[in-house]
């Protein structure tokens, strides 16, 4: 089994509380993380800071070329309540990525228990994202990396990120006196594993009718809650779920899923079902763009895991 498909696996549908949160019980606090799996190879660098916070960290690997390579920048998954950097092997194969030649970031960022006095509350993960790629970015001639050539991959809430980061219109601000700050956070793609590309609760019911997710994002302590409210926040929603950002000329996705889709049924696992990947599918194509969604049983897959599709499009001569 892939590192890529185990690390799908382990995104257990008991690992969610049905209030719309995450449930903490099965996440291990950072600070006891057991550090990174043997098959992981040994850093280049770690614990780089691109902020002020203590979770402002990265670990970096260099590929060795004597041009400039290019980055897969890995966002953990966990809700947004849990995980760490060390989950890199869940979301892209390492190894497979530096005999490629390409780079590697694996980041971490301020979970929700860090965001209460940021509203909403997943602004701070997500524009953490956004950080630390433009830090990436600003490291790019010490570490030998092609700034046009950085894909995303990461899994669940970590996919989210990215997903929010290939549709997200451009944050770098030319007029700022911080060069990380006019660095972009643009992608050239994204690969990820079992992502919710909406965080619009009336779209996700009508997709998955047991659809529980997504509250905790913006302070709301019920699913029930983050429906009622949805009007109130839909500013939020416009601002913060990937699916609400589409639009033409962004990058190609690649998503993958390991039950097959069941548009307007309940899942087992309503957080990570391939719904999410059909719908986003039909959604980019309107837009003319390309949207890959590989689940068990799926047509034409050509792509196998993200580290494969990662490996093609970052190496591509397009």
Sequence with gaps: MSCCLAGLIALAPGSFAQTGAPSKKKERPASKAAGYHASVPKATLTAVRYGKHERHILDFWQAKSDKPTPLVFVIHGGGWVGGSKERVNRFADTRALLDAGISVVAINYRLMKHCQDVVPPVKAPLHD????????????????????????AGGSAGACSSLWLAYHDDLADQKSKDPVARESTRLHCAAVVGPQTTLDPKQMVEWTPNSRYGAHAFGKKSFGRFLAERDSILPWIAEYSPYALVSAGDPPVYTIFNTAPAIGKKQKDPTHTANFGVKLQEHCKKHGLECEVVYPGAPDVK????????????????
């Design 303 to 318: 792509y196998k895991s993200p580290t494969d599709y990662l490996i093609a499009r970052l190496k591509s001569a397009k």
């Design 129 to 152: 994202a956004a950080r630390a790629l433009q830090f990436v970015r600003s490291m790019a001639g010490e570490w030998n990396v092609d700034k046009t050539r950085i894909g995303a």
